[in-house]
DNA sequence: CCGTGTGTTCACGCGATCGTCACCTCCCCT
DNA sequence: AGGGGAGGTGACGATCGCGTGAACACACGG
């Protein structure tokens, strides 16, 4: 469920760290290089990072600098092999949230990775993420709601939800099957209209102004689709 | 500044922590039993808290399982002569947020705890911030107090803070749990209604003046937000 | 020892929300 | 052109969220 950035050049070990998160109930993303590693922490706002410190790119301190300067709030996890005790004081100093010594368990890593995701609730529910402006429509995760020529278009959450995420993934068609897994949680539907209901409720609010014009369209067969220009 | 609960029975050591931590500009309280420092970590909200696992009255196992059952957040480091990886593993599966094996440097302690009060679970210090100003509402954060037309409004210290937080992020959604946890310092809550109370209260008193007029607006199934013009 | 001020929990009730269903419309394929 | 199935639409009912008033718990000051 909860995203882990992985920032770790070393393919084995970060692939056996990816391999444990998953068991753990976790969706991992490794990148080998620290400045890749600091761009993925700007846009998609995992839950948790782990962090090597020797890296190509950027080096992890300087990425722990930058992440913070920046005010990236994510519980950063600093790996390394070098172990001394002024290491580790500085990088907490400078922001870390954890410091492992390798070599380490994988269970204790998946340990300090769920007590950092668990206290991270704050990204959980709102503020992560930008406004997303699509023509006259303005989504705001800030708020949990979206806006037609600066008016509110009063979604309810469960609709925000899906407009969100049909919004992030703009210009692609989303099936049904996608959003009742990720808004709904569900695995497996037979007949399930609970989306396509979703749906009508949430044009009868955006599209109503804009006669006419329709931002989610159907790909009839396979689900929705939120018109791509970014404004 | 920020208040330090030491549950740790050898006094030696506890007064050393305490001396670095107060070096450090932490302010220190020290306990000697474990079912008293559940009390005070019930009582006063510490930003952190440190905690030594062998101990009379209750041990710490047990003192960390009560405290997350009871929805304290207050995070706690576990100090311990006792390190393998199992201890490890169990103690952070169980609530800890971090876990130190003695003997340890004090500087790394400092370090630690520095890093566990910084992503604070609570803003503790309210004393330190600017005074905001939305139209009428004045909100001092030195004073404690928020002001309608000059006029005090006569907050609590309880209401007062969860005005504040709404003010901090004003514009944006701020969901229950986050409140509950920033200023309550609980970290679930079940069927937790105390946030609505306090909200209804501070709106009968800063809503009063300007009828027909609210300044905290509720989402239906997110949470409270402020209005935003910032005057 | 008892009022007072403050904070938390409880119980009730209204209204918002959301999933389901039934029926209708429209698309796509043959 | 017609049939079957996918999707749109409107309505209904159960549930849940939350405002509200009151009871309850607790520390403080006299």
Redesign the interface.
Known sequence: MSKVLIVEDDEVIAQGMARHLTAAGFDPVCVNRGDLGLQRLRFEHPAVCVLDLMLPGIDGWRFLETARAEGL?T?IIVVSARGT?HD??HA??I????YLVKPF?M??LV??V??AS?????T????RGERIEIEELVIDP????AYIDGESAGL??TEFKVLYQLALDRGRVVTREELLQKIWGRRQMYRDRTVDVCVKRLRDKIDRRASQHTFIQTRFGVGYKLEAQAK
């Open positions: 709030g519980p005790e580790r004081v907490l100093e922001g870390a949230d954890d368990s269970k204790e340990a300090r769920k007590a668990r206290r991270g609730v704050r959980e529910s709102v503020e800030r708020e949990v709601q309810t959450p």
